[in-house]
Nanobody, 119 residues
């Protein structure tokens, strides 16, 4: 079992930055692919970014490329999402998720952290 806890959300002005953290506990996390997703009320949860277990491959949604950076610190069992040049439309609850394989569903989810961007 893997437990995920997000933190780092908050209220920030457009153009600002935030760094979200996803702290993990439990066996196997260091070998898991980790992703960040976000959701706003009335909309489907959408993929934001992902990173492989060895951090060699990162993927980003087109809407965040160039502004979001995903990284991981294996020693701390933590994955980060650096968000720069925030836009009002980035307002959402951000979730991290983890899975052991390349394909298949995301098995583990955190509780989410709210990011609110004001104009």
């Amino acid at each position: 079992q893997v437990q995920l806890v997000e933190s780092g959300g908050g209220l920030v002005q457009a153009g600002g930055s935030l760094r979200l953290s996803c702290a993990a506990s439990g066996r196997g996390f260091s070998t898991y692919r980790v992703g960040w997703f976000r959701q706003t009320p009335g909309k489907e949860r959408e993929f934001v970014a992902s990173i492989t277990w060895n951090a060699r491959i990162t993927l980003y949604a087109d809407s965040v490329k160039g502004r979001f950076t995903i990284s991981r610190d294996s020693a701390k069992n933590t994955v980060y999402l650096q968000i720069d040049s925030l836009k009002v439309e980035d307002t959402a609850v951000y979730y991290c998720a983890a899975k052991p394989g390349v394909s298949g569903p995301w098995d583990y989810w955190g509780q989410g952290t709210q990011v609110t961007v004001s104009s």
